[in-house]
């Protein structure tokens, strides 16, 4: 059994990152494997939770995924681990729009029957802490709140004041953080720095979040309260145990109920290169496993420094991440560009997302671009954000028409146009609009989407890589 706890708050902006992220830390510095894991379908925190720990972090998200794949996804990523730390996502109760509790924190914590922990911050507030905590404890009787730590915390009176308003509340104090410069991380338009932009100083705003967790929270206390987490009972996720994970004619081949796939079978194994460098840090970890599993080689390169793509490039897929930071550098690589743009026109599977949908097109706030899609990128005051319900409108190399995928939307850029004359997708909500582009072996959207809810996107790439371009 892996001992667990979920790391929640009242809301967003508590610092839930920071006592999660220092959590994962100290736990580590003590000599224990931890297992980093992260509710929703945020990229940036588990590169940060990876900075951490040394092992990936993992996404548990409801929404894009299923229920039914959250215990085991977490199984998945926690095996070999003596203790995981799930970080939520916004308030402990905040899930999809119009959807109830799911995706919400509440929903992942009641899944994995894992004790949590609420982190307030408490920098404008004494004795209604208790009353703040008294409400979130007492919401919902199936989740099961286990203690507090107490956050940017001003001096050693209001720290007194706080644990004596707690004393009657049931909920114990398990550790209290005074306000630190050294653990910030900055943000900008879309959420804290990636980890690749900020090596440096990433590992050291890192080393400080542990090092505060240690001196400010009773580690054997949340030790005790993560391992009192009942068994489980789910089987890890294994990435296409058989092709009875992928729905019949999903990917346009034949489709035994078990056995290796026709790329297997056709005795080589077709190489994906996979965009990376601190322009394209959005990606799930099971996404590269299951182009593996599907009998790719997959080989990572950066747009930015890399003037030619992987020998062999038989399929591109290019994630997210912030292409308008490094616009100039981007545009500087001729060489790539002219790369990609060759790659496309031979009608290779290109499978492309938000970034990658950016730098596919003709130009990004006036610089060039590969310009394999007819279209303009731009930045935009408007943030577009949240779930999408989405319909394949084109047979794609990632998916047949009609199939239907869940993925989510985060971008301050628009291009225009929106859609293609095929279009990637037809969302259902929360608006009924067509976007993206399907154009030969390309699908370039702004939609992520995560392929542990649809292996199938992974078989059916890897099998037109393994074919050969597209007509």
């Known amino acids: 059994m892996v001992a667990r706890l979920v790391i929640a708050a009242p809301s967003s902006g508590a610092g839930k990152t920071t006592v999660a992220t220092g959590l994962m830390a100290a736990f580590a510095g ?20 990876a900075l951490a720990t040394g092992r990936p972090g993992r996404n548990l998200d409801a929404y894009m995924c299923g229920t039914g794949l959250i215990a085991p996804l977490f199984e998945h990523g926690a095996r070999g681990c003596d203790l995981a730390v799930v970080e939520g996502v916004m308030g402990l109760y905040d899930g999809a729009a119009d959807q109830g509790e799911l ?94 932009e900020r090596q440096a100083a990433a590992v050291a705003a890192v080393a400080a979040q542990g090092e505060q967790v240690l001196q400010g929270c009773d580690l054997d206390a949340l030790l005790a309260l993560a391992r009192s987490a009942p068994e489980l009972h789910a089987e890890a996720w294994e990435p296409l145990r058989s092709w009875a994970d992928v729905p019949q004619g999903a990917t346009g081949g034949r489709n035994p109920a078990t056995g290796p796939h026709p790329a297997q079978n056709r005795g080589r194994r077709p190489v ?40 062999g490039t038989s399929g591109l897929v290019i994630g997210g991440g912030f292409p308008e930071m490094y616009g100039a550098e981007l545009s500087a690589n001729e060489p790539l560009r002219k790369a990609v743009a060759a790659l496309a026109a031979s009608g290779a599977p290109v499978a492309a997302e938000c970034a990658g949908l950016l730098y596919l097109a003709r130009s990004l706030d006036g610089t060039p671009m590969c310009g394999v899609l007819d279209a303009d990128a731009r930045m935009s005051e408007r943030l577009t954000l949240g779930y999408r319900d989405a319909v394949a409108v084109s047979d794609s190399s990632l998916a047949a028409a009609g199939a239907r995928m869940r993925g989510h939307e985060f971008h301050r850029t628009v291009i225009e146009p929106g859609a293609g004359m095929q279009a990637a997708w037809g969302l259902r909500q929360p608006e009924r609009r067509m976007e993206g582009f399907v154009q030969q072996g390309v699908h370039a959207s702004y939609v992520h989407t995560h392929w542990a809810g649809a292996p199938e996107a992974a078989v059916r790439f890897v099998e037109h890589c393994a074919n050969g371009p597209a007509a």
């Open 30 to 49: 003590r000599g224990l494997a931890v297992s980093p894991h992260k509710v929703g379908p945020d990229y940036i925190d588990p590169g940060y939770h």
């Open 272 to 311: 994906v290169a996979v965009a990376g460098g601190a322009a394209f840090t959005f990606s799930y970890a099971e996404h590269t496993e299951l182009l593996t599993a599907a009998g790719a080689e997959v080989v990572t390169f950066d747009p930015l420094r890399d003037e030619a793509l992987p020998d």
């Open 103 to 196: 995706a919400s924190t509440a929903q992942v914590a009641k899944i994995l029957k894992a004790p949590v922990v609420l982190v307030v911050d408490a920098s404008s507030q004494s004795r209604s802490v208790a009353a703040l905590v008294h409400g979130f404890a007492s919401w919902d009787p199936e989740v099961r709140i286990g203690g507090v730590i107490l956050n940017k915390v001003a001096t050693d009176r209001h720290e007194h004041l706080l644990r004596e308003a707690l004393g009657g509340s049931g909920v114990p104090v398990l550790g209290v953080l005074r306000r630190a410069p050294a653990v910030a991380t900055p943000s900008r338009h879309l959420g804290l720095v990636p980890v690749a």
